[in-house]
Every structure is written in C-alpha cells, then in structure tokens.
C-alpha cells in the first residue's frame, strides 16, 4: 500500500504491508530472502495517472512468481514487467544528467515572475465570475484531517462570494459539495524519483492544466493554497490580470527542518516562498504568529489577514448520531474520551496517552467505565500505541485507524469529551497552528479540554467554553480529564457555550467572507 492509503485486513493466503515496509527490507537486504516467495504481487495507489515510476516495484517483480502489477482506486491496473522496469530505470539514468538543466530552468522562471510581481499592477475584480481554487500539493490519498477540512470549507463557502467556484486539484478533494467543478491535473511522471523534484516540474504542468480547465471564460480571482516550490497560481492569475489571492499555512523550510527532514533545494524553496507572499494581493494566514514570521522575513502586513480555521456548524452539531461508533466499539454505558487527528508531532497523542495511563492508575474504578477513543493514523501513532500497550491499558483504548472525513462528525459524536493535547514547537518558536479539530469539537456541542497554547487560548475561554491545561503536562492533562469525568454539569456546560461562540465567529462562511471584504479593501486601497 502507498503512504496515506489504510492497511486493509489481509485475505487468506495474503500478505499485506506498507511502502515504508517494502522500502525497509530492501534497505536491510531481507528482501532477497523473499525472492520468489509469493504467486503475485500488487503496489496499490490512490490514482494510477499519479503513482510515478516507482522503483520500488523491482522488489514486488522480483517477489513475484507471476503476475505483478500496479492498481489504484478506481479499479485501474497496470502491469509490471521487467522490460517496464528497465524502461524506467533509464528514464531515472537520464534525468540524473538533467537535473541541473530543470533547475537553472527554474530559476530563470522564478527571476522573470519576480521581474514582473515589482510593477504591482492592480488587477481587475469581476466579482460576479467564478473563482478559481488551486490544490498543487503532491500528497495523494489524503482522505480526513485539517487541509481536507481546509480546502473543502473554504471551496464550499466561495460560492457564496462570487460566481461558481471552479477547483483545479492534483487529487480528490473529500466533502466538497457537489456541483462544483472539478478538474484533476495529470501529476508528470519527469523526476519523479528525485527528492523535490517533482515539485518544480508541476509548475508549468499545472498552469496549462488550469488554463484548460478556464477555457477562456471570465474570471474572478485565483485562490492558492500554497504548497513547496509552487508559483502556478500567482502566474495563473497575473496572465489572466485578477486578483490571487495566496492561502500560507507554514513555512515549508521550517516544516521540513522541525518535522521531517531538511529540504535539500532550501534556498530556492524559500526564494519562491517570499515570491508568493510579496506578489499576493492578499495572503491569508490562520495565526498571528503565521504573520510576525512572514512579516519577519520582509512581507508587508497590510497585505496579510490573520484568519483563524473554522468548521461547518450544519455538518458538526449536537444532532448528529454516533450510536453505530457507540455500538461498534462497544462503549456503551461508558464515559469516552475522544481525540482526532492525523497523529502528527504536534498533535500531542503521546501526551493524551500518557495522561490516560495517570488518570486510571489514580482512578482505578474507571477501568470499567472511562474509555479513551483514538480517531485515525499517521507517524505518532505508533508511539500512543506503545505507551497504551506498556501500561497494561489497551484493551480500554479503541484506536480505530483511518476514518473517512464524511465520517468523523458520527465519531465525534461517541465521545462525552474531546482532547485537543497540542504541544509547542520543538524549537522553542510560538505555536503557529490553528487546529482545524479545535472548531469541530465546538461545533458538536462537546466539551474540550486543551492545551493552553496560543491562538488554542486565544480562541477557548478556560471554564467557559473548554478546560485548559498546561501543554505537554500529562499529569495536568490527567487532573483536566479527572475534572470533567466526574461532572456532567460542567461538560453540558462548556459544551454548549463552545458551540454557541463557534456558530457566532468560526464557519467557514464567516472566514470566507472575512479573505473577500478584506481583499476588496485591499484594492480599493490601491486604486485609491
């Protein structure tokens, strides 16, 4: 299976692991002892037109004794042969020697965008045409967390403010509504096997694939969300003289830097990065912190919108029925502690789950009747399982791996207390997130308890709309949980309160409408 992609259960006879796996016994060598050992074998993939040339395949071809192929979601298939593999392995020889060519290419696109963003030309606003929505991120089956609830939240919410939206995406984008356009761009399969590559090469590919999709009508803006070394949008929009406005959600340096690995083209990274944000007409960031560091790195204020995530109050609310998640697990009758996420680092599963571990050795008694529910899968969750398991404690903890985001609101609504554990950075920086998770707990009516962390204490109030606690303080997160257990009134309480402030401030309708008026005065500035 592809990374994103869930682990089905394996069938009879089968064998089923991740590409993370199938990368580590070819890097330790145990794949020679598997050479030959199965009848077929499969790489399976979201989309067959995005899964690349991957050269991981010569190790399921030489696994298999017979058929080997690649298959995507859509039932698509493509067969895996030797005479494929050495295709694609000179196709890799001769990129190699072109490496160099496609980023001095690059470079001379990014000077000759940079040239012309400096003449600050003020684009005309027809705000009765249709918005375009661009998703250039090269991440493929991402099926549930933030940047889904992100994008399909502010594409559902700009019919509002204009004509039709129309949204131009490397993948599947879940809830957005139906009716709206959609066009899916043909990711190239040039370097693919190249650290970062890729991401350079989708520029050009990108922008004649939303030219296309355009087909000469009118236009009222291009909306980006931005991702590594994109410019696609900001050249969208000055070819086609309107407004772009650019959606910065973190610095991809610093992400790679502090959450995966250094990117290896970082100063070109962070050339194209300020390109976006200088030459935005208006950049939209969900902190105050997101905008003192754009502001440090020489952006002008009066272009960016400080403007928090939000949630849809008609899809997360009070009435929605868990009893299927309730009946499922088996958690009837108890009191269930809920968290969802993607478990990345700064999500603070580890802490939950070690406040968990405290809150049942001080309680003992809730052994049998407080459970912790632990919604979805990524990197940390590994380690939640880990510390559930080397306290004695996982059969009172229900990990439930990967849930669809159509069905997190049926989840949500199983639990009687929601965590939100975030953690600071790693490096000592202030806390730059906006949890999209924050404003569907609000949203359900359920009460919070929360890591006292920046714009997390910024938007709940301690005793009134959630119950904050110190961040990464396990035993104060314990103490928290202790608290809200033992008092129903209380969680009625903050429950109802948060859902009262998310419905007046956080939809993502009033978002929406907060990035338009704030561009429409931003253009009038100019013209004035």
């Known amino acids: 299976m592809r990374d994103g992609l869930p682990l089905p259960a394996a069938a009879p006879g089968e064998l089923v692991v991740s590409d993370d796996i ?55 298939e493509r067969d895996v ?45 027809n705000r009765s045409a249709p918005p ?31 004509g039709p939206p129309i949204l131009v995406t490397t993948a599947p984008v879940p809830t957005v509504r139906r009716g709206i356009e959609v066009h899916h761009a043909t990711v190239p399969e040039r370097f693919w096997n190249f650290r970062e590559l890729p991401t350079f090469v989708l520029n050009t590919v990108f922008l004649d694939e939303a030219i296309r999709a355009i087909d000469g009508r009118p236009i009222g803006l291009v909306y980006q969300r931005y991702s590594l070394n994109n410019y696609a949008g900001l050249r969208i929009a000055r070819r086609l003289g309107v407004p772009f406005v650019l959606e910065y959600n973190g610095s991809e340096i610093w992400m790679g830097r502090h959450w995966g690995r250094p990117l290896k083209y970082e100063a070109l990274a962070s050339r194209i990065e300020l390109l976006n944000v200088n030459a935005a007409d208006l950049v939209v960031v969900v902190s105050r912190t997101m905008r003192d560091e754009l502001v440090g790195r020489g952006a002008s204020s009066d272009r960016i919108l400080v403007n928090p995530n939000a949630a849809d109050p008609d899809r997360y609310n009070p009435k929605v029925d868990g009893a299927a998640v309730t009946a499922h697990y088996g958690l009837a009758g108890k009191t269930v502690i809920g968290f969802i996420a993607t478990f990345q680092p700064w999500h603070g599963a580890e802490v939950l789950a070690e406040a ?32 559930v398991a080397g306290a004695g404690l996982s059969d009172l903890v229900e990990f439930t791996g990967l849930v669809p985001q159509e069905q997190g609101p049926q989840y949500l609504a199983a639990c009687d207390i929601v965590a939100a554990p975030h953690v600071p950075n790693p490096d000592g920086s202030p806390f730059f997130g906006s949890p999209t998770k924050l404003f569907e707990y609000m949203a359900m009516g359920k009460p919070i308890i929360a890591s006292n962390l920046d714009q997390i204490g910024e938007v709940l109030r301690h005793g009134e709309t959630a119950w904050m606690v110190p961040p990464a303080d396990a035993h104060a997160l314990a103490t928290g949980l202790m608290r809200l257990v033992e008092d129903p009134t209380l969680r009625q309480a903050l429950g109802e309160a948060a859902r009262r402030d998310m419905v007046a401030h956080h939809t993502w309708r009033a978002h929406v409408r907060r990035t338009v008026d704030a561009l429409e005065s931003r253009l009038c500035a100019r013209v004035a």
């Not at 330790?28 to 040339?53: I, K, M, N, P, Y």
């Not at 549930?144 to 399909?152: L, Q, W, Y």
Request: hydrophobic residues 45%; proline residues 2%; glycine residues 10%.
């Open 356 to 387: 968990f571990v405290h809150l049942l050795r001080q309680r003992r008694a809730y052994r049998d009747s407080v459970r912790l529910l632990m919604i979805g899968a990524g990197p940390q969750l590994a380690s939640a399982k880990h510390i």
């Open 132 to 162: 375009v929505y661009l998703r250039t991120d090269l991440s493929f089956g991402v099926r549930a967390g933030g940047s889904v609830g992100h994008i399909a939240g502010v594409l559902n919410e700009l019919a509002n403010a204009g």
């Open 22 to 76: 199938l990368r580590a016994w070819v890097l330790t060598g145990s794949v020679l002892r598997r050479v030959g050992r199965f009848h077929d074998a499969c790489l399976q993939t979201e989309r067959l037109s995005t899964s690349g040339r991957p050269m991981l395949a010569w190790a399921l071809r030489l696994m298999a004794r017979n058929r080997c192929y690649i298959a995507d979601a859509q039932g698509l």
């Open 81 to 125: 042969t030797f005479g494929l593999l050495l295709r694609w392995s000179w196709q890799v020889v001769r990129e190699a020697t072109g490496k160099r060519a496609l980023l001095r290419g690059v470079e001379r696109e990014v000077e000759d965008t940079e040239q012309k963003a400096r003449a600050r030309l003020t684009p005309a606003w």
